[in-house]
């Protein structure tokens, strides 16, 4: 069974830090791996997809990383604002059955 | 926005009420989905399809029915809902089922249920 885990839960960081969240998924047999933003009591944007055969993406101030035979990723974000603030989610697409799976996700906090 | 709608936006219904919530994406999709987000829980898959046809349903209650009229249509048709059911329902779509391509969510309908 693939399991998605998101690490750390919330984070506070001030201003102008970079930064970087973690995912891990039990379950190597993946098609891709896609970023998430989720604003409260919205919907989900896509951020950055990194297909199996890659291993990073960029986007901006973010770039996601794919390990794909320890079963991790980062979202690295760079000079954070205070914009940034919602909650990221991290989901895998399994090869097996399609389905895409997601983490609990990170809260991220930027103070200004 | 991203291309997939739905309505409504919010939604309080009784526990005898019948009603359906909407999707709609005209991204040229062929796979629609809906997830169940509940407080501190993993998005939750309940039902999938592929070009019209169901392909999934993860062990989803019956008071949850969906129904794909077409590629670009997806609803979810709700009967004596629980008032654990209250949460945002989020739809999904992506261009291929089997392919490793990107999903698209709309924004969500938040439902209570009283």
């Known amino acids: 069974k693939q399991e998605v885990t998101q690490i750390p839960a919330a984070l506070s960081v001030p201003e102008g830090e970079n930064l970087v969240l973690n995912c891990s998924f039990t379950?190597?047999?993946?098609?891709?791996l896609q970023w998430f933003r989720q604003d409260p009591g919205k919907g989900l944007t896509s951020l950055l997809l990194?297909?199996?055969?890659?291993r990073e993406q960029t986007s901006g101030r973010l770039n996601a990383s794919l390990d794909k035979s320890s079963g991790r990723s980062t979202l690295y974000i760079a000079a954070s604002q205070p914009g940034d603030s919602a909650t990221y989610l991290c989901?895998?697409?399994?090869?097996?059955?399609?389905?895409?799976?997601f983490g609990k996700g990170t809260r991220l906090h930027i103070l200004p | 926005e991203t291309g997939v709608t739905q309505t409504p936006r919010h939604l309080v219904m009784g526990m005898t009420n019948k009603k359906s919530l909407k999707c709609e994406q005209h991204?040229?999709?062929?796979?629609m989905y809906w997830y169940k987000q509940s407080a501190k829980k993993p998005l939750e898959l309940m039902f999938v399809?592929?070009?019209?046809?169901?392909?999934e349903n993860n062990s989803v209650p019956s008071r949850f029915s969906p129904e794909c009229p077409n590629s670009s249509h997806l609803f979810l048709h709700l009967h004596t809902l629980q008032p654990e059911d209250s949460a945002l329902y989020l739809c999904?779509?992506?261009?291929?089922?089997?392919?490793?391509?990107?999903?698209?969510f709309g924004q969500g309908t938040r439902l209570t249920v009283v």
């Open positions: 999904a779509s992506s261009q291929e089922f089997d392919r490793d391509t990107e999903a698209f």
């Open positions: 379950d190597s047999a993946i098609y891709n």
């Open positions: 990194i297909q199996s055969s890659q």
């Open positions: 989901a895998v697409k399994k090869e097996k059955d399609d389905k895409i799976i």
């Open positions: 991204l040229g999709h062929n796979a």
């Open positions: 399809y592929n070009f019209k046809e169901q392909t």
